[in-house]
């Protein structure tokens, strides 16, 4: 039996994201991993996009600034640093325990390697503090190298965890994944992917709700996977999985913190 905790989108809610983990007691005073996720115990799953706060509001509460303008180049620099702090605080911490601590690439990480993507949100607010063509800054070579190995998705015992959906097109963020209006829709619109998929139960984030995590149930009533992208309600998914039962799913829940 192990105990997984996935915790949704970060998007540089550094302190939303440590919070968690000190709730699930998986980060030490140190910023280290506790014991019980060293020995693999504690599964921590990240969902992807660690970086690119949500909005202007975000972005400066991360900076200290009380007017954040992504036009400014100094604005820019500040909220790249705070990011890059914090993403070097995390790996040290990923490092410390790689056997039990993943990350899966959302689409804003990759997004950073791959700057032809000018992402944004529907105000007009863009996100290119990581891009030197819009007067950011690279991010360090070090980091960049550490994002290029993040996985695309876990699957264990019939469960999987992914950044969009069950769907492998949705793990790769080209022009047709910027095109196709059903990554944010798939979760309501069909549900049965996770069954297509051969899955048991999904955990996925990518899209905000309102009312922080959505666990979906089938027509039976069993939990079939969670949309966890909630860190703005302060909530992460806790899963007991064993993989040796014929229903390797124990139990699934939003916890707050």
């Not at 798939?186 to 048991?200: C, H, I, K, N």
């Not at 999904?202 to 909630?230: C, K, N, S, W």
Request: hydrophobic share 40%.
């Amino acid at each position: 039996m192990q105990k997984f905790i996935a915790i949704g989108d970060i998007h540089a809610d550094w302190e939303g994201f440590w919070g968690a983990l000190r709730a699930a007691s998986c980060v030490d005073g140190e910023g280290l991993p506790t014991l019980p996720v060293r020995a693999g115990l504690y599964q921590v799953v990240l969902i992807g996009d660690l970086v690119h706060p949500k909005n202007l509001h975000e972005y400066a509460r991360l900076t200290g600034l009380l007017d954040f303008d992504p036009r400014d180049p100094d604005h820019l620099f500040l909220a790249a640093r705070e990011q890059v702090k914090h993403l070097e605080r995390l790996k040290t911490y990923q490092e410390a325990a790689p056997h039990a601590v993943h990350i899966i690439l959302g689409n804003h990480d990759d997004a950073v390697l791959n700057t032809s993507y000018v992402l944004g949100t529907t105000g007009g607010m863009v996100h290119v503090e990581f891009d030197p063509a819009h007067g950011g800054l690279h991010l360090p070579l070090h980091l960049s190298t550490w994002i290029q190995g993040f996985i695309r998705e876990i699957r264990l015992a019939g469960v999987q965890f992914a950044h969009v959906s069950p769907m492998p097109a949705h793990t790769y963020y080209d022009d047709l994944f910027y095109a196709d209006h059903s990554t944010k829709r798939w979760f309501r619109d069909s549900p049965e992917y996770v069954q297509m998929a051969g899955l048991t139960f999904g955990v996925y984030g990518h899209t905000q709700l309102e009312h922080g995590i959505y666990i979906h149930e089938d027509e039976e009533g069993r939990p079939d996977f969670a949309m966890i992208d909630a860190l703005h309600s302060r909530e992460y998914l806790e899963l007991m999985l064993d993989a040796d039962a014929l229903n390797p799913v124990q139990s699934v829940r939003a916890v707050p913190f």
